[in-house]
């Protein structure tokens, strides 16, 4: 037993040695803090928020319970730049909304501390923040204008689908009766938009922007300018004597029986679907043989049901011979049941064939359903 005690009292000794040693060795590291004195750490920065805008940024923040508190300094681009901003502390919540301007576009990192009357400053306290600028600014899309017709001074707009989730409408400028530039906003989920005492003869040309408010942002941001030439309503073509054929079609009876020259019946109750059984696959192709050359085709229009098998994009081409074939463009349908969707060709052609094939469905589905097809002049 004795020979156990004399190894517990040489093992508190050396650890007591020990401790007086390093609690010097602390006492000069940490001496400058007390130096005149304890120190007292003033109140961080506590929720600390960015929000984003045009070259700017804001910054929130509060302070609890302390009423030293005399200013606060941001800090940004790795602590090179600072912003001081004073301010009395009534030492129970206080709030403060702090404006940084002139920035360059990019992400930032800003370290947010506060002070009090002996210079005394807080932990620091950290955020991430976009600043936008020009290049996000010309970035963004305009939402799509499916089709701008006029008549009896009355400008029709059906519009595709919204632009993008942060897209919250869009201005049209036009000329009005008294030749006035007038601005007209655009709910985003409206389907069309209708302009009463539209004059063409005054200046046919409208212009718009889609407006756009980011998350957490200070500003709103406007797509380029886009110009439309309104025309006057469509002429639709009749389809006495028209044709339609297809790379495949439902040939099941009864109901099933779902043939191309169902997309050109004039009926919306009656549709085209392609083979299900054995089944086939995208691209899916429609082709209607107008029976002679028709002059002055402006372009084509397509009639659908809301449902999967609607094709979400199509390649519509031309032909005089049915032989040479020209693209016209790459179009988005949209998938809304009954509605005519006109897609315009760049300008007028005479033409005798025209042809869909279906890029992509709407949704998670082999198949393709139309219901009518048509084609227009102005």
């Known amino acids: 037993m004795k020979k156990h005690t004399v190894r517990v009292n040489c093992l508190l000794i050396t650890t007591l040695f020990l401790t007086i040693f390093s609690c010097g060795d602390m006492d000069e590291t940490y001496r400058h803090f007390w130096d005149d004195g304890e120190k007292i750490y003033p109140a961080p920065a506590d929720s600390l928020k960015v929000y984003s805008g045009k070259n700017r940024v804001a910054i929130s923040w509060i302070v609890k ?3 030293n508190v005399k ?3 941001i800090y940004w681009n790795n602590r090179t730049d600072s912003l001081e901003v004073p301010f009395q502390s009534t030492g129970k919540k206080d709030s403060l909304y702090v404006l940084i301007e002139d920035l360059v576009e990019g992400t930032y990192s800003f370290d947010v501390f ?7 400053k807080s932990v620091p306290r950290s955020v991430v923040g976009t600043v936008f600028g020009d290049s996000y ?3 963004l899309l305009p939402r799509y204008m499916q089709s701008a017709f006029h008549d009896n001074n009355t400008l029709t707009i059906t519009w595709g689908s919204p632009a993008d989730e942060t897209s919250i409408g869009s201005e049209i400028y036009y000329k009005s009766s008294e030749g006035k530039k007038t601005k007209v906003l655009a709910d ?6 209708t302009i009463a005492e539209f004059v063409p003869e005054l200046n046919p040309t409208i212009s718009y922007s889609t407006i756009y408010v980011p998350p957490m942002s ?3 941001f406007y797509s380029p300018i886009q110009q439309i030439q309104a025309k006057g309503a469509p002429i639709f073509f009749p389809k006495t004597g028209w044709g339609a054929t297809a790379s ?7 109901s099933s029986y779902r043939p191309p020259q169902n997309t050109i019946d004039g009926k919306l109750n009656t549709m085209w679907v392609n083979q299900i059984s054995p089944q086939t696959y995208y691209p899916h192709t429609l ?3 107008m029976g002679s050359i028709i002059e002055d085709v402006a372009g084509i229009s397509i009639v659908v049901k809301r449902r999967n098998e609607t094709p979400r994009l199509i390649d519509v081409y031309v032909s005089s011979d049915g032989v040479s074939w020209s693209l016209m463009g790459l179009y988005t349908v949209e998938n809304v049941s009954d509605i005519v969707q006109n897609f315009d060709f760049q300008e007028p052609l005479n033409i005798r064939y025209f042809r869909i094939v279906g890029k992509e469905p709407s949704g998670n589905t082999p198949n393709i359903v139309i219901v009518e097809v048509g084609a227009y002049k102005y």
């Open 65 to 67: 319970g302390d009423p």
């Open 71 to 73: 200013m606060a300094k």
């Open 114 to 120: 506060t002070y009090n009357g002996k210079g005394n």
């Open 137 to 139: 600014g010309n970035a």
């Open 188 to 193: 985003n989920f409206a389907e069309t938009t």
């Open 218 to 220: 200070i500003d709103t």
């Open 248 to 254: 495949s079609f439902d040939s099941r009876s009864g």
């Open 287 to 289: 082709t209607i043989d």
